[in-house]
């Protein structure tokens, strides 16, 4: 199973219903969001500009998700932060 499906949704949401490159997602921070206005702030872009945008129902139900369900307590402001890393069964050590 993938170990954060819920992350990666989100993440993908953003890509399609956002426009946004890469480098603006992760960039996102959690005050970026005005969930009872439906919209989001996109800081430091290409333009170098701040830009209010809309948020449209789906990406912001699947950020929603991942705070809520997956994302780690952290004082990173970031939306998404990367998971702590994972034991793999298939490693081996080297000696």
């Known amino acids: 199973m993938f170990p954060s499906r819920l992350r990666a949704y989100a993440v993908v949401r953003c890509l399609i219903d956002l426009s946004l490159r890469s480098s ?25 500009r701040t830009e209010a945008l809309p948020l449209p129902s789906a990406a ?14 952290t004082k990173n402001r970031a939306i998404f932060v990367g998971q ?12």
């Open 60 to 73: 912001g139900a699947a950020i929603a998700a991942y705070l809520h369900e997956e994302r780690p307590t």
């Open 24 to 48: 603006e997602v992760v960039k996102l921070q959690l005050d970026d969001i005005n969930w009872a206005g439906a919209r989001f702030k996109l800081v430091g872009t290409k333009s170098r």
């Open 84 to 95: 702590p890393p994972t034991t793999n069964r298939f490693t081996t050590k080297l000696q």
